[in-house]
């Protein structure tokens, strides 16, 4: 059930990650400011624990809630990520996604 426009207030945790579709595409994170401050806070805490993997609950303006998992990596390790395109005709170096994400 999609909730009408006034079901969502700036304290609810809605988070929508956009990826990119293709190269050069933009990217989009948008939210309430309550959804925005718990990413900052998933963010902050990544980055204090690298190579923890840290997850939040947030949820889509659907009311569906999803995990946002946010983990702070090496350059070694980005290098051998495939890249997060959603358009898999961009993604031609077919590498395998890391045990941490595939297990999430």
Not at 74 to 103: A, F, H, L, V
């Amino acid at each position: 059930m999609v909730p009408d426009e006034q079901s969502w207030h700036d304290t609810d945790s809605i988070v929508h990650v956009h990826a990119q579709r293709s190269y050069h595409m933009p990217a989009f994170i948008i939210g309430t400011r309550a959804g925005l401050e718990q990413l900052r806070a998933l963010l902050d805490a990544a980055l204090a624990a690298p190579d923890t993997t840290t997850e939040a609950t947030l949820f889509c303006t659907d009311g569906e809630g999803y995990g946002l998992h946010v983990r702070c990596c090496t350059g070694r390790e980005i290098d051998r990520m495939p890249t997060g395109y959603t358009d898999k005709e961009m993604c031609p170096q077919n590498r395998p996604w890391p045990s941490w994400m595939r297990n999430a």
